[in-house]
């Protein structure tokens, strides 16, 4: 999964990439791998957008890591 924010400054500009990761003979159990990444000096009128952007990163965080919970139940 992706997310981001489209600023007046920047353009598009991406936040994050989400991902359920297993290696089984690595990770016993599913992993969440994350890259957060934001950083710029923006208008103060983006600040909004990249908030908005923000809280859909943490949406999709918690997506990811409850799929690696179902993942990991499934095991059990």
């Known amino acids: 999964m992706k997310a981001g924010a489209t600023t007046e400054t920047h353009g598009w ?13 690595k990770e016993l159990v ?3 791998s994350l890259i957060v990444d934001v950083e710029h000096d923006f208008a103060a009128e983006d600040g909004r957008a990249v908030a908005e952007g923000l809280r859909l990163a943490a949406s999709r965080i918690e997506a990811v890591a409850a799929e690696a919970i179902r993942l990991r139940e499934g095991l059990a």
């Open 30 to 32: 599913p992993v969440i």
């Open 13 to 25: 500009l991406p936040m994050l990439e989400a991902r359920v990761s297993w290696a089984p003979f």
